[in-house]
T-cell receptor
Framework: SQKIEQNSEALNIQEGKTATLTCNYT??????LQWYRQDPGRGPVFLLL?????KEKRKERLKVTFDTTLKQSLFHITASQPADSATYLC???????????FGGGTRLMVKP | DAGVIQSPRHEVTEMGQEVTLRCKPI?????LFWYRQTMMRGLELLIY????????DSGMPEDRFSAKMPNASFSTLKIQPSEPRDSAVYFC????????????FGSGTRLTVV
């Protein structure tokens, strides 16, 4: 099965800066990769999905890249705000089906 | 749609008791997933259903856990007997396939077994 690595240490950045979070995986390349946001006491909320044949996807201040050679996805939040503070999870399908394996998440803290 | 609805939000029970967690998925979604989240192990998939049929239950820790989906709008996860190590937050999620809009998660049930 996939092993997914996200930086377990919290990422602290200043408001207005760009936050960059990393997701690395082993084994085969997934058909698609997803990013979720999770706030304390809440369930994860879907943010973006990127397919294996896509190198980059954008949605408002969010940008996701997918490098199947490096087996890595980068998640960027531009012009970060304190409201962006949360834990961000990446997830990959196991076998081109609909079964997701989640990484451990990275906690982002945006300071005003 | 009100989203994925889970009940109860919190459950405190004594070791050895039966616990039943409930989930109502989003109408029209044909996949339903049960995950468990702990600090040590993160989000772990327990079981998932497609069109009410269990597809993969390899994540169910042991025979004390069972899940059912009697119809498209309801699923249960049962633990009998419960043990302190079952304490975690249990999430239900639903989706379409292909998952263009990802999974929609419920708010979770925080289970504490004392």
């Amino acid at each position: 099965s996939q092993k997914i690595e996200q930086n377990s240490e919290a990422l602290n950045i200043q408001e207005g800066k760009t936050a960059t979070l990393t997701c690395n995986y082993t084994n085969y390349s997934p058909a698609y990769l997803q990013w979720y946001r999770q706030d304390p006491g809440r369930g994860p909320v879907f943010l973006l999905l990127i397919r294996e044949n896509e190198k980059e996807k954008r949605k408002e201040r969010l940008k996701v890249t997918f490098d199947t050679t490096l087996k890595q996805s980068l998640f960027h939040i531009t012009a970060s705000q304190p409201a962006d503070s949360a834990t961000y999870l990446c997830a990959l399908d196991e076998d081109a089906g609909n079964m997701l394996t989640f990484g451990g998440g990275t906690r982002l803290m945006v300071k005003p | 749609d009100a989203g994925v609805i889970q009940s109860p939000r919190h459950e405190v029970t004594e070791m050895g008791q039966e616990v039943t967690l409930r989930c109502k998925p989003i109408s029209g979604h044909d996949y339903l997933f049960w995950y468990r989240q702990t600090m040590m192990r993160g989000l772990e998939l327990l079981i998932y259903f497609n069109n009410n049929v269990p597809i993969d239950d390899s994540g169910m820790p042991e025979d004390r856990f069972s899940a059912k989906m009697p119809n498209a709008s309801f699923s249960t996860l049962k633990i009998q007997p419960s043990e302190p190590r079952d304490s975690a937050v249990y999430f239900c999620a639903s989706s379409l396939f292909p998952p263009g809009d990802g999974y929609t998660f419920g708010s979770g049930t925080r289970l504490t077994v004392v």
